[in-house]
């Protein structure tokens, strides 16, 4: 499914942040975890962070995890409220450079291993670029 909106994509220079959103119109619940993927064109999708949305995780709503590329630099946070995702990116380095996507997962698993067959609801994604 094809059901979030993502936005806060574009350029940025190395060392700089970016904020990106990802919103659920027309839904109230999206899964047991949210989390954002990037992925270059020729490499496989790589799962960046995931936080719990639910109970049933085995982890207490709000519990994040991050891959070690971006652990430390990116921050996942999600207002349940209004049915939003955020990936706030600090200290942008030319690696980072990707179509960036936002997904639910309807999967108890879905902290461990942030993998893309664990979730079945994204959006279409939103370009990000790191200039030198």
């Known amino acids: 499914r094809m059901d979030l909106v993502e936005s806060g994509g574009g350029s940025v220079q190395a060392g700089g942040s970016l904020r990106l959103s990802c919103a659920a119109p027309g839904l109230s619940y999206v899964g047991y975890c949210m989390a954002w993927f990037r992925q270059v064109s020729g490499k496989e999708r790589e799962g960046l962070a995931a936080?719990?949305?639910?109970?049933?995780?085995?982890?207490?709503?709000?519990?994040?995890s991050y891959a070690d590329p971006v652990q430390g630099r990116f921050t996942i946070s999600r207002d349940n409220a209004q049915n939003t995702l955020t990936l706030q990116m600090n200290n942008l380095i030319p690696e980072d450079p990707a179509m960036y996507s936002c997904a639910g997962a309807a999967r108890r698993d879905c902290l461990q291993h942030i993998m893309s067959s664990k979730y079945n609801i994204w959006g279409q994604g939103t370009q990000v670029t790191v200039s030198t």
């Open positions: 936080i719990t949305t639910q109970v049933g995780t085995g982890r207490p709503i709000g519990t994040e």
